[in-house]
């Protein structure tokens, strides 16, 4: 990787490399890829006064402003596509042609909203005989995730800097390369010292110490519920302003009217997309009883098209709405890359022997590596039929290539088991009556709905309702977590 020597990213500069550093690994080679340093407190320290010291200034410039800049961040990001997309690639694992689409696609999407919806904010206006003003939150520590790396960091940067924040990101440890190219193009668009600031490190020493650091107002993670846990327990300390993205178990409830050929091939690539690490997998496929044989036939068939790849050679379009049009041809073949750590591969592999124990049928892929692949985390794309409610396999997120079939005997009973979960973050559901499945929908307790395949909108809120979190980020909601409200009240003019 060309990327800038390991050093955090503080006031506008890179420095402070720590004591140790943290090896990041390619998981389809299993080699060393580059490195980061790893922080701790003098870090954390540093980065939250930059960005307290920053915070009057970029607050204070005019929304104008700061969205010319975005604008620049933007423009800059989008140079460095390509190296982006490689960089990701290397990191996660994820198909070239998945990371340079959806990996840079999405995030500049993000980036590039920030102008439009900045001017749609209702900065001020009168109620009575108050002015309501809308103002910067304050300093942000965003934790962000590897799978999504950019993207998630995106989710948060770019809204919290639009309306005048200041923040401190602490990007996966296991996917932190990408926040180097993204700290160079800050750089270059221009963005004043002490706005954006990076510092690489373990949850336990950075991510805690950010979470507990007086110095910040809101805490942005996207993680595990445990994570989230945790995050809750000490930012309650302070009382900080606290959003939280967390896991999910979806449920893909296929009505019995529905195009079945096209619902199951949907499934299966929700169910795989990005080796299956993605919080909005339709990791649970819920179908009729009476229609279950024929559909385990159409997933036996279509596993088939969703194979294991290297990841580098892995092509499609770059566009993102040209790249959700090729996901949605029926039947469709999926390039799978490993996932992203050899932790990560036991944990997905002891699931899947853990589903066979229970009892659960197994009808595609299993615990054995996939032919042709000596080296890489690769797990083959795996399905169970015959589950039960109770099964480890259908309760908890795998976050793996792993999906599991569910029957039911009526439309009540498949709306109880989709939400029979406590996550909340994703759904779907498949009717040949789009009418009949926005009523299932409206039913079933998640955050996202998708009705017959339809795509992921990065400009609609975002998030989760139980244990998969709270509060939304994307679009015009995105800005909204970022903003306070102040209420100034004004003198009454004396009757005559």
Not at 409 to 433: H, K, M, R, W, Y
Not at 445 to 458: D, H, K, L, T, Y
Request: aromatic share 6%; charged share 20%.
């Amino acid at each position: 990787m060309s990327l800038h020597p390991a050093a955090h990213f503080i006031a506008g500069e890179w420095s402070g490399a720590g004591s140790g550093h943290l090896v990041v690994i390619d998981p389809a080679t299993e080699a060393p890829i580059g490195r980061v340093p790893a922080g701790g407190r003098d870090e954390v320290y540093a980065a939250v006064a930059a960005a307290a010291g920053a915070l009057t200034e970029w607050s204070a410039r005019p929304y104008t402003e700061r969205a010319q800049i975005l604008d620049a961040f933007t423009e800059r990001l989008g140079t460095e596509r390509t190296r982006i997309a490689e960089t990701i690639t290397a990191e996660v694992g994820s198909p070239a042609s998945f990371s340079d689409a959806v990996q840079v696609g999405f995030p500049l999407a993000t980036f590039g909203s920030q102008s439009r919806l900045l001017a749609e904010v209702r900065w001020e206006h009168r109620v009575g005989n108050s002015r309501v003003l809308r103002e910067a939150a304050g300093v942000v520590a965003a934790i962000t995730p590897w799978n999504y790396p950019l993207h998630q960091i995106a989710a948060k940067v770019a809204p919290a800097l639009a309306v005048g924040c200041t923040v401190v990101l602490k990007p996966s440890v296991v996917a932190p390369l990408n926040a180097v190219i993204l700290a160079e193009a800050a750089i270059a668009a221009g963005l004043p010292d002490g706005v954006l600031n990076i510092v690489f490190g373990t949850g336990a020493e950075v991510g805690e110490r950010l979470v507990s650091h007086p110095g910040v107002d809101v805490v942005s993670l996207t993680g595990s519920t445990a994570a989230g846990r945790r995050v809750s327990e000490l930012a309650g300390a302070t009382v900080k302003q606290v959003h939280l993205e967390l896991g999910g178990k979806s449920p893909n409830l296929i009505l019995d009217d529905a195009d079945l050929p096209a619902a199951v091939s949907n499934g299966l690539l929700k169910a795989f997309l990005n080796a299956g690490q993605t919080c909005t997998a339709l990791s649970r496929m819920l179908v009729p009883r009476n229609r279950l044989g024929e559909i385990e036939e159409m997933v036996v068939a279509g596993v088939a098209n969703h194979r294991p790849v290297d990841p580098s050679t892995a092509t499609g379009p770059a566009d993102p709405v040209e790249f959700a049009d090729h996901l949605r041809q029926v039947p469709f073949c999926l390039g799978i890359g490993p996932v992203v750590s050899a932790a990560q591969r036991e944990q997905v592999l002891g699931y899947i022997e853990a589903g066979t124990a229970a009892g659960a049928r197994l009808l595609a892929g299993g615990a054995r590596r996939p032919d042709g692949f000596e080296h890489g985390y690769y797990v083959q794309p795996t399905v169970f039929s015959e589950t039960t409610p109770d099964m480890a396999i259908v309760r908890e997120e795998i976050f793996g290539p792993v999906l599991c079939l569910q029957v039911y005997d009526t439309v009540e009973q498949a709306i109880e088991l989709a939400n029979d979960t406590p996550f909340g973050l994703c759904a779907a559901v498949s009717s040949g009556d789009e009418e009949r499945a926005m009523s299932v929908a409206r039913r079933i307790r998640a955050g996202q709905v998708e009705i017959n395949g339809a795509p992921f909108n990065p400009f609609a809120p975002f998030g989760g309702y139980k244990q998969s979190g709270y509060g939304r980020e994307l679009g015009a909601w995105g800005l909204e977590g970022f903003l306070q409200t102040k209420s100034v009240q004004l003198p009454v003019p004396a009757a005559n």
